[in-house]
T-cell receptor, first 108, second 115 residues
Framework: DAKTTQPPSMDCAEGRAANLPCNHS???????VYWYRQIHSQGPQYIIH???NNETNEMASLIITEDRKSSTLILPHATLRDTAVYYC?????????FGEGTQLTVNP | DSGVTQTPKHLITATGQRVTLRCSPR?????VYWYQQSLDQGLQFLIQ???????AKGNILERFSAQQFPDLHSELNLSSLELGDSALYFC??????????????FGEGSRLTVL
C-alpha cells in the first residue's frame, strides 16, 4: 500500500543536520506528505506535514519539490535522541499507510 | 506523553485464546485508529472508528473485531489467537475523521505475545 520510497538507513553526526529524503512520485494533488518517527518500539510520533509549501516547526523543516514528487525532512541539529525510524507517508482520506521508513542513527 | 492510554502494556497468552485491548483517546479526539506492528510486517493499519462508527477498514483479520463506545474509548478484540498474532498493537487518536487534516497521537502500545 505504501507509495513512498525512502533509503533504509542513514547515519548522521551529532550536532549536524540530518537530511532524510523521500520519493512520492505517485502523489496526487490532494494528498499530504506526513512525517512520523518511531523511537525503538515506542508509539510513532508526529513530526510535520505539508501539501506543497515548505513547512517548519520546532522539530524539523520539510522541503517539498515543486512537482511534489519528493521531499526532504531536515533535522537541523541532530541529537542522539533523534535516533529513530523516520516514516514518510502520503495520505488522503482516513488512513496513514506506513512504509519501511529510514533508520536514522545519530552518532556521537 | 501523547495523552492516548492503552492497556494492558504487556499480555502473554496461549494459542486459541481471546484477548481484549483497550484504548482511551486524547480528550476531545473523536477518531480512534488501530495499528498492528509485527517484526516482519511493519506498521499495518487495522481499523478506524469515528464518533462510535466504523470509518475505515484495513488489513484486519476476521478473527479480530473492534468497537468504539459512547465515551469514545475503543476496544480491539482478538480471538482464536495464533502465534503470528504476536505483535505490538498501537492505538492512535485524532480530532477529525480524516487522517490528512491533522496529526495522529499514538499510544505506547500493547505488546501481545502468543505462546
Amino acid at each position: 500500500d505504501a507509495k513512498t520510497t525512502q533509503p533504509p538507513s542513514m547515519d548522521c553526526a551529532e550536532g549536524r543536520a540530518a537530511n532524510l529524503p523521500c520519493n512520492h512520485s505517485t502523489i496526487s494533488g490532494n494528498e499530504y506528505v506526513y512525517w512520523y518517527r518511531q523511537i525503538h518500539s515506542q508509539g510513532p510520533q508526529y513530526i510535520i506535514h505539508g501539501l506543497k509549501n515548505n513547512e517548519t516547526n520546532e522539530m524539523a523543516s520539510l522541503i517539498i519539490t515543486e512537482d511534489r514528487k519528493s521531499s526532504t525532512l531536515i533535522l537541523p541539529h541532530a541529537t542522539l535522541r533523534d535516533t529513530a525510524v523516520y516514516y514518510c507517508i502520503e495520505t488522503s482520506g482516513s488512513r496513514l499507510t506506513f512504509g519501511e521508513g529510514t533508520q536514522l542513527t545519530v552518532n556521537p | 506523553d501523547s495523552g492516548v492510554t492503552q492497556t494492558p502494556k504487556h499480555l502473554i497468552t496461549a494459542t486459541g485464546q481471546r484477548v481484549t485491548l483497550r484504548c482511551s483517546p486524547r480528550s476531545g479526539d473523536l477518531s480512534v485508529y488501530w495499528y498492528q506492528q509485527s517484526l516482519d510486517q511493519g506498521l499495518q493499519f487495522l481499523i478506524q472508528y469515528y464518533n462510535g462508527e466504523e470509518r475505515a477498514k484495513g488489513n484486519i483479520l476476521e478473527r479480530f473485531s473492534a468497537q468504539q463506545f459512547p465515551d469514545l474509548h475503543s476496544e480491539l478484540n482478538l480471538s482464536s489467537l495464533e502465534l503470528g498474532d504476536s505483535a505490538l498493537y498501537f492505538c492512535a487518536s485524532s480530532v477529525s475523521g480524516r487522517a490528512w487534516t491533522g496529526e495522529l497521537f499514538f499510544g505506547e502500545g500493547s505488546r501481545l505475545t502468543v505462546l
